[in-house]
């Protein structure tokens, strides 16, 4: 009798022994996401870096083992915010001392985890037995093209966009420095000689943004009084080759900086970006000229239906204006009635670089 007791109590043990022992299966429910650089446990791993829905890289999840021991990650599970898919890592897995290890998404879920990281998604680290390790989330726009989302300071701080990934190494955050790297437009109070007079802007102050980014929300332009005044178009007369295709604008308004502003014709493919420096003066009359190598004027032909579109720097409509068929003929020009404020007409005077007259 006492040795069946014994038994039974032996027997009772080893059942609870396996029932102590993790399991791979995950509970469907919320998690916390923690982005404060607090670990969630007191492994010592973190994620430390991901990219996210890359046109030129595969999406890849960096650990990183800040402790001073080797740690044993196998049947270790990563799984985004859904919790219909998670990657088991392979039994033997061990990420070394202060070491880092990259998972690259592998589609067929044989050597990696096999979903994709949206632009807007989660990364969850679960230990064996289910605890959660730790996990980051990001918001459409936080984890761009081109740039990941990791900690700063490497390993232990917050995450935060960064310029430059660093897969499988240490994480860098040049932005606040000062100085311009590559990636960034500005740094700081170092604009980069970028004003917002430079871009065109009337007034304003130009900011610059926390991940290095230029910010002309502050930037005013003018009353964009700045407007198409007149068109020559379609000129085939081989006697007077000093009348190819050209638009005048015309300034009413004050001093206006059009650097940077577009010129387009009815086909949007068909672009003209006026040079820097480029100024038009109050009461100027301002000529562009047809030039087919797109050297010294527009590139694009003027038909004889056609029109004009004058785009700012922000790539706003300033002023248009179309044509058809005989509205702006061989030896006329389409023009403002009055000068530089009326509706368009055909002008049998062609006035270039001066005042419309009917």
């Given at each position: 009798?006492?040795?069946?007791?014994?038994?039974?109590?032996?027997?009772?043990?080893?059942?609870?022994?396996?029932?102590?022992?993790?399991?791979?299966?995950?509970?469907?429910?919320?998690?916390?996401?923690?982005?404060?650089?607090?670990?969630?446990?007191?492994?010592?791993?973190?994620?430390?870096?991901?990219?996210?829905?890359?046109?030129?890289?595969?999406?890849?999840?960096?650990?990183?083992?800040?402790?001073?021991?080797?740690?044993?990650?196998?049947?270790?599970?990563?799984?985004?915010?859904?919790?219909?898919?998670?990657?088991?890592?392979?039994?033997?897995?061990?990420?070394?001392?202060?070491?880092?290890?990259?998972?690259?998404?592998?589609?067929?879920?044989?050597?990696?985890?096999?979903?994709?990281?949206?632009?807007?998604?989660?990364?969850?680290?679960?230990?064996?037995?289910?605890?959660?390790?730790?996990?980051?989330?990001?918001?459409?726009?936080?984890?761009?093209?081109?740039?990941?989302?990791?900690?700063?300071?490497?390993?232990?701080?917050?995450?935060?966009?960064?310029?430059?990934?660093?897969?499988?190494?240490?994480?860098?955050?040049?932005?606040?420095?000062?100085?311009?790297?590559?990636?960034?437009e500005c740094d700081s109070n170092n604009?980069?000689?970028?004003?917002?007079?430079?871009?065109?802007?009337?007034?304003?102050?130009?900011?610059?943004?926390?991940?290095?980014?230029?910010?002309?929300?502050?930037?005013?332009?003018?009353?964009?009084?700045?407007?198409?005044?007149?068109?020559?178009?379609?000129?085939?007369?081989?006697?007077?080759?000093?009348l190819p295709d050209w638009i005048e604008?015309?300034?009413?308004?004050?001093?206006?900086?059009?650097?940077?502003?577009?010129?387009?014709?009815?086909?949007?493919?068909?672009?003209?970006?006026?040079?820097?420096?480029?100024?038009?003066?109050?009461?100027?009359?301002?000529?562009?000229?047809?030039?087919?190598?797109?050297?010294?004027?527009?590139?694009?032909?003027?038909?004889?239906?056609?029109?004009?579109?004058?785009?700012?720097?922000?790539?706003?409509?300033?002023?248009?204006?179309?044509?058809?068929?005989?509205?702006?003929?061989?030896?006329?020009?389409?023009?403002?009635?009055?000068?530089?404020?009326?509706?368009?007409?055909?002008?049998?005077?062609?006035?270039?670089?001066?005042?419309?007259?009917?």
């Amino acid at each position: 009798m006492r040795i069946r007791i014994v038994l039974v109590v032996f027997l009772a043990f080893l059942l609870c022994v396996a029932c102590g022992e993790g399991s791979n299966e995950f509970v469907d429910g919320d998690y916390d996401i923690d982005n404060t650089g607090q670990q969630t446990s007191d492994y010592g791993l973190v994620v430390n870096e991901i990219v996210a829905k890359s046109s030129t890289d595969v999406d890849w999840i960096e650990l990183y083992n800040a402790s001073d021991n080797d740690l044993d990650i196998s049947n270790y599970q990563l799984m985004d915010s859904k919790d219909t898919e998670a990657y088991i890592i392979p039994a033997g897995t061990i990420i070394d001392s202060n070491s880092y290890m990259v998972f690259e998404r592998d589609k067929t879920g044989e050597n990696s985890f096999a979903f994709g990281l949206a632009s807007e998604d989660a990364v969850r680290l679960f230990d064996f037995s289910g605890d959660l390790v730790d996990s980051t989330n990001w918001l459409d726009g936080e984890a761009p093209e081109g740039k990941s989302w990791g900690r700063y300071p490497n390993g232990s701080g917050s995450f935060s966009t960064l310029l430059s990934p660093s897969k499988g190494a240490a994480n860098q955050y040049s932005c606040g420095d000062g100085l311009i790297d590559d990636g960034e437009e500005c740094d700081s109070n170092n604009m980069n000689d970028l004003s917002c007079a430079s871009l065109g802007f009337a007034s304003g102050t130009m900011l610059c943004t926390s991940s290095c980014a230029v910010d002309f929300s502050n930037c005013v332009y003018d009353s964009n009084e700045v407007v198409i005044n007149e068109v020559v178009a379609k000129s085939t007369d081989e006697a007077e080759e000093s009348l190819p295709d050209w638009i005048e604008l015309y300034n009413p308004g004050d001093r206006t900086n059009i650097s940077g502003w577009m010129i387009k014709d009815s086909n949007d493919n068909n672009v003209y970006t006026i040079e820097e420096d480029m100024y038009i003066e109050s009461g100027e009359y301002l000529v562009f000229e047809y030039d087919k190598t797109g050297l010294t004027g527009f590139d694009f032909g003027l038909g004889v239906a056609d029109s004009v579109r004058l785009y700012n720097r922000l790539i706003e409509l300033v002023d248009e204006t179309s044509w058809e068929e005989g509205q702006a003929p061989e030896g006329s020009s389409w023009g403002r009635i009055p000068d530089g404020t009326g509706s368009f007409i055909t002008l049998e005077t062609i006035t270039k670089g001066s005042a419309n007259i009917e």
